[in-house]
């Protein structure tokens, strides 16, 4: 549906055309939304609507296939990167987008994640990183912080018992195969914009041939957090941020050349 701004007034801020024309079902204050808009901006801005196929995986975004006005499909828990694999080899002309969470990409989906990076995959994977299972009911997940409380350690996260939180971007840059991975949040204005870029580049990567990129995004869960969506977006520039650096952790020269 085409918006027009009342008369006398200029439309400076609309639905990107690569988001579908409906409600989601996340909770209030979660910043899936916000990663939402900005892959829709982005594949709207480099004119890949048309050409993306998503990959939906099992989650909180298990729904994301309803949410872009593109071609969609779901991977079983944790396989989207095997499916998106599957596909683009495939479709080669098509951009093939992963959008996980990391009780999906970070736990029962380490394997896919890791070797489709290893084998550098010309996919692009958006990482939804929230400390937390979302969608199961809160448990602790392998990105909980020390000494964090979850529905399953509410005494906090004890890493002589569970181990340390798995950093995936510093994981994944450490193999050749991947050409692009970053980290950035989206806890106010000044890193969502930076967030949006990442997104940009790492399509771009995708487009130019140059091996698998990935784009990790900090992200609050309030309502598993027990705490206020404000409060949330400030937990993660006070907590997650400190543990989880935001930088760029892989970018080859090509990259630079975009």
Known sequence: MTIQAPEGMELIYSRPESLAEMHTHYCPGCTHGIAHRLLGEALDELGMRERTILVAPVGCSVFAYNYFDTDACEAAHGRAPAMATGVKRTRPDNIVVTYQGDGDLAAIGTAEIIHAAARGEQIT??????????????????????????????????????????????????????????RRSMHDVKNIRKAKKAIITALKVQEAGLGFSMVELLSSCPTNWGIQPNEALQWIEEHMVPYYPLEDYKVIEAVKNL
């Open 125 to 182: 994977t958006i990482f939804i990183n929230n400390a937390i299972y979302g969608m199961t009911g809160g448990q602790m997940a392998p990105t909980t912080l020390p000494g964090q409380k979850t529905r399953s350690s509410p005494d906090g996260r004890d890493v002589e018992i569970a181990g340390f939180p798995i950093r995936m971007s510093e994981v994944l840059a450490t193999l050749p195969g991947a050409a692009y991975i970053v």
